[in-house]
C-alpha cells in the first residue's frame, strides 16, 4: 500500500499554463483523505512552490533547489541544507557568463539574479519564480552560498557548462537539464532521492510503501529512491527508461492516472 506520495511540480503537477487541472488536484486530495502523505520536490525554490502547497493543503516538509533545501512548511525555514562550495559556484558561474548564458543563484529560499536582457523571451517564459536583482553574482555567492545554480540559455551553451561543471567538479556537483533552456548544478551530496531518503526516514515510511512521479533529468534520482516511480508522458526517453512505468502527459491529467492505478485501487 503506498503510503507516501512525492510529486515533481513542472510538467508534472502542473501543465503548461502553471495551474493544477481540477482532476488532478481531486486525485491527489483524494489521496490525502485516505491517509497518504503527498510531498512536493522540485527543481523551484520554495516560495516557487507555496502557491501549490497552499492549493493542496499540504503540511509538514517539502524539498526545494533539487533536494538541496529540506524545507518545514509551517516554519518556512530550512531544516535540511547541502550548497556549493564558493570557488566551484564561482568557476561555473564564470563559465556560464563567459558563454553567454544567465547564472541565477538559489540560496536560503531566495533567487538571485542580475537580470534576462540578454535572453530571449520564450527563455524566460520557464522562470516561474520570484527574483531578488543584485548588481555582482560574486559578491552575492560569497553572502549567499549556493544551494543550486540555475543556467539559463541556449541547450548547445548549456551542454558546454554541463561538460565543463561534470569534466571539472564531478565529484563534488551534479549537472541535470530541467528544461530545454535551463541547466542546474547543485551539490553531490544533494538530490531528489537522497531528499526522498530523508522524507522517508522523517515519516518512517518504507521504500516498497513510497511512489514518486516526474519528467526531467533531476527526478532520476527520486526514481531509484521510491518502491514505484513513474514517468509523465511529456519526460524525455532518458527519463523514462529511468522509471518502472510511464503514464499519460501532463496535460492529460498523467497523475491522476497513476494515482488510480497505483493507490485507489489499492485502498
Known amino acids: 500500500m503506498i503510503k507516501l506520495l512525492a510529486l515533481d511540480i513542472d510538467g508534472t503537477l502542473i501543465r503548461e499554463d502553471n495551474k493544477i487541472s481540477a482532476v488532478v488536484k481531486e486525485s491527489i486530495l483524494k489521496a490525502c483523505n485516505n491517509g497518504v502523505k503527498v510531498v512536493l520536490l522540485s527543481g523551484r525554490n520554495y516560495f516557487g512552490m507555496k502557491e501549490y502547497i497552499r492549493e493542496l493543503g499540504l503540511k509538514g516538509i517539502a524539498a526545494s533547489a533539487n533536494g538541496a533545501e529540506i524545507v518545514s512548511i509551517e516554519e518556512e525555514s530550512v531544516i535540511h541544507q547541502q550548497t556549493i562550495p564558493y570557488d566551484i559556484a564561482k568557476s561555473v558561474v564564470e563559465k556560464s557568463v563567459s558563454v553567454g548564458t544567465v547564472p541565477i543563484n538559489f540560496s536560503n529560499l531566495r533567487v538571485y539574479t542580475k537580470g534576462f536582457d540578454s535572453l530571449p523571451r520564450d527563455y524566460i517564459k520557464a522562470l516561474n519564480q520570484e527574483f531578488h536583482y543584485i548588481e555582482d553574482i560574486y559578491e552575492n555567492l560569497k553572502n549567499y552560498p ?94 523514462k527508461l529511468n522509471a518502472m512505468e510511464i503514464t499519460d502527459h501532463v496535460e492529460n491529467d498523467g497523475v491522476k492516472l497513476a494515482l488510480e492505478k497505483h493507490v485507489f485501487e489499492r485502498i
Do not use: W
Open 146 to 239: 549556493s544551494a543550486k545554480l540555475m543556467l539559463v540559455g541556449a541547450r548547445e551553451k548549456l551542454a558546454f557548462i554541463k561538460d565543463f561543471s561534470q569534466t571539472s567538479y564531478g565529484d563534488c556537483i551534479n549537472a541535470d537539464y530541467s528544461m530545454e533552456t535551463l541547466l542546474e548544478v547543485y551539490s553531490n551530496k544533494a538530490d531528489k532521492g537522497k531528499a526522498l531518503k530523508y522524507i522517508m526516514e522523517h515519516y518512517q515510511i518504507l521504500k516498497e510503501e513510497t511512489m514518486c512521479i516526474g519528467d526531467s533529468e533531476n527526478d532520476i534520482p527520486m526514481f531509484k529512491s521510491a518502491g514505484i516511480s513513474v514517468a509523465m508522458g511529456n519526460a524525455s526517453e532518458n527519463v
